[in-house]
């Protein structure tokens, strides 16, 4: 079962970077309309123009739990140029699992709610 | 009684094995696979008799007109219509719905007019009324859900006032399975004069449906639910009802007379079927109602009640499993349910490993997950071809899951 690895699964039941910030410079959302999952980030981002600091609540499956939690680390450090060249593969390469067709919106969930502070 | 493996033979898709293992199929309320008749009858249309309906003098476009009206027949035959001219043929029931949300609803709703539906509504019977409530200024009613999973009927009572116009309802919820008692609703709605829809997608193909008994101004449903093909809907309307009632689509097959600036219409059934139809499916749809009445609904109903009743005898023994159905006497083949811990997604994905076919998602229903308090459900939802050993495979697969997650 490569889909739950344990890495996985424990992302899924810590998240790391989870709860939303006091104080952001930006607070993004998406859903997920196929099962009504959803995710909200926010962004501290320092004089320097570098995410500084992440908080995160998510509410959904395994996978999109844990790809935002994944997601979460690499961000720290990135500035939003960089973060607006991130492409779903390379989400879908963070997790290191197989991602079923059925469950790629799940695994690319968070990079659509980043996506959104470019809008 | 149905011989479930005996019909199972009838589905040339069951003969497909995915990683070695045969198809569990339990998404039935969302689309029921097709036995062998309902194939070949695509097949022997397109390689035999097809041409355009209604239009040609020669034999071949006769033989084809003559199954396809012979399919409206069988059609108001199975839901007991009072003539086939009452049977439209549609896309699905989505687009039986919208004809009547646009054809009678923008010419009968008017502003400050209320409708009524209930909380466990399919988008399919929700959206196009929030869409005409919008346009017209109208109001939205809505029955609500008891904790037995029912919906309040006291509450209906007293939802009715002189603003009524329209009560659309389901027959059977796609999430609960819970069988409204429609015709205790009707009864009510007609002591007011309010026009009546039901939406029979679920309830259709598992239950025996006499439009003439319910007393209902409209049913709609679809084939793909009950082993016809994708791409065939029907519109029953009563004849008093739809001759008052102005085209939803205009065009080529609709028309009496065409002048170069003004048309007129031609007599229901075929007013409202502009363009030529999905010829080939609706005479496969025969085959499809044809086998149903070779099995029996009464038989169908009673298999279903016995799966639904195995199915929750095996699924609430755990205690990490809660389960969304009322009482089984009131339900139809459907059970929702949900894992402690465990989002839908995730465990579908674990079924699917055991080739398990469950749904996991909002089921179109989405005020309903609101009412109920979730995100999303498993559903498993049953039909004449599944048997206890296809329950006994889903525990199987719910084992995993938990062993997965360790909960």
């Given amino acids: 079962m490569d889909l739950y690895s344990e890495i996985i699964l424990d992302h899924y039941k810590h998240p790391h970077n989870k709860g939303l910030l006091k104080k952001h410079t930006h607070r993004t959302k998406e859903l997920n309309p196929l099962c009504g999952d959803s995710l909200e980030i926010d962004l501290e981002i320092d004089k320097k123009g570098k995410i500084k600091n992440i908080g995160i609540s998510p509410k959904g499956c395994a996978i999109s739990t844990a790809s935002a939690s994944i997601f979460s680390d690499y961000l720290i450090g990135k500035t939003l140029k960089q973060v607006e060249k991130i492409k779903n593969e390379d989400i879908i390469k963070m997790l290191n699992i197989e991602i079923t067709p059925g469950r790629f919106k799940c695994a690319t969930l968070p990079l659509m709610t980043i996506k959104k502070i470019f809008n | 009684m149905l011989d479930p493996l005996k019909i199972k033979r009838d589905f040339p898709i069951f003969k497909r094995k995915i990683n070695k293992k045969p198809i569990v199929f339990l998404d039935n309320a969302a689309s029921t696979e097709k036995p062998k008749c309902v194939i070949d009858a695509i097949k022997d249309c397109y390689e035999n008799y ?37 049977i439209i043929f549609t896309r699905n029931a989505t687009e039986a719905i919208n004809l009547i949300a646009y054809s009678w609803g923008n010419t009968f709703i008017k502003k400050g007019d209320e409708i009524i539906l209930s909380v466990m509504e399919h988008h399919s019977n929700l959206v196009p009324w929030q869409e005409l409530a919008k346009r017209k200024g109208a109001k939205i009613r809505v029955i609500p859900l008891k904790k037995d999973f029912t919906l309040d009927f006291e509450v209906y009572k007293k939802l009715i006032s002189k603003k009524t116009k329209l009560l659309t309802l389901t027959a059977m919820s796609n999430v609960l399975g819970t069988i409204n008692p429609i015709k205790k609703f009707i009864k009510e709605a007609k002591k007011h004069n309010i026009t009546v829809i039901i939406d029979g997608a679920q309830s259709v193909p598992h239950l025996k449906t006499d439009v003439q008994d319910l007393d209902c101004d409209f049913l709609a449903f679809s084939s793909h639910k ?21 085209p939803f689509l205009y065009g080529g097959d609709m028309i009496k007379e065409v002048t170069q600036f003004k048309s007129t219409y031609t007599d229901i059934p075929w007013k409202f079927e502009a363009g030529t139809p999905n010829i080939a499916d609706v005479i496969a749809f025969q085959k499809a109602i044809e086998y149903i009445e070779k099995i029996g609904l009464k038989n169908i109903e009673d298999h279903e009640k016995t799966l639904l009743s195995y199915a929750k005898e ?29 989002h839908p997604h995730d465990a579908a994905t674990i079924f699917n490993t055991e080739n398990v076919c469950i749904r996991a998602s ?7 997950m609101k009412a109920l308090g979730v995100g999303s459900t498993n559903r498993m939802s049953f039909y004449i071809y599944n048997t206890k050993e296809d329950i006994d495979k889903a525990e199987i697969a719910l084992k995993k899951v938990l062993k997965i997650f360790k909960i």
Avoid: W
């Fill in chain 2, 314 to 342: 095996k699924f609430s023994k755990y205690k990490q499993v809660h389960l969304y159905s009322p009482k089984t006497e009131i339900s139809g083949g459907i059970l929702s349910f949900n894992i402690k811990g465990i």
């Fill in chain 2, 362 to 368: 909002q089921h179109c229903a989405s005020p309903l």
């Fill in chain 2, 50 to 86: 097809y041409a355009n309906v209604h239009r040609g003098i020669y034999n071949l476009s006769e033989e084809t007109t003559s199954a396809y009206e012979s399919a409206r027949k069988k059609t108001a035959d199975f839901i007991n219509a009072k003539s086939e001219n009452e």
């Fill in chain 2, 226 to 246: 009950m082993l016809g093909p994708s791409g065939v809907g029907v519109l029953y309307g009563t004849s008093k009802i739809l001759k008052k009632m102005p």
